[in-house]
């Protein structure tokens, strides 16, 4: 996988065959269709697991977008502080598949600490399923990709201005 520099990346992960753990793809799918800015990377990362520290090398500014399961409402969009993560027993299960995102973030910053971003946020949708095999998000979660699009260009738009 070639991994380009750029100053921001958003990387959307989620399996597009796990009905709403495809809200990740999803969100990649219509930030693709906005004119962004050149230095801003858009990347559907499918399910990682560790090679998401690969993608993350290189930008000043990473967005994580993922489906999360903390018990909320289906559709529920939060910003999450990657330090959160860390913390045992908050609830917060975001997963990249093969290792928890939490873990991926720890072991990035152990071995390249020069080459991480200064900053990176998690925006989690709460999924509603993530029953195999069904293609297509649920209602309450379909009806939140906007909200999400938007909020990830929000952090597009802080990073740009916070160079």
């Known amino acids: 996988m070639s991994i380009v520099e750029r100053d921001i990346k958003v990387i959307c992960c989620g ?14 799918e219509k930030l693709c269709t906005l004119d962004l800015p050149k230095n801003v990377e858009v990347i ?17 500014k990473v967005v994580l977008v993922d489906a ?7 559709g529920t969009i939060r910003k999450i502080d ?4 860390l913390v045992k027993g908050n609830g917060l299960k975001i997963s990249l598949h093969d290792i928890s995102l939490a873990e991926a973030l720890r072991i990035a910053h152990e071995v390249y600490p020069e080459r991480m ?12 399923s993530i029953e195999k095999p069904r293609i297509g998000l649920t209602q309450n979660v379909e009806k939140a990709l906007q909200e999400a ?7 597009i ?7």
Not at 15 to 28: F, M, Q, R
Not at 68 to 74: D, F, K, N
């Open 15 to 28: 399996n597009i065959l796990a009905s709403d753990d495809g809200v990740g793809p999803k969100i990649a």
């Open 44 to 60: 559907d990362a499918g399910t990682p697991g560790l090679s998401i520290v690969d993608m993350m090398l290189g930008a000043r």
């Open 68 to 74: 999360m399961v903390t018990g909320a409402e289906p």
């Open 82 to 85: 990657p330090d959160q993560l």
């Open 117 to 128: 971003p200064v900053e990176v946020v998690v925006i989690g949708i709460e999924a509603g």
């Open 149 to 155: 699009v938007e909020m990830v260009l929000i952090e």
């Open 157 to 163: 738009k802080n990073g740009l201005s916070h160079r």
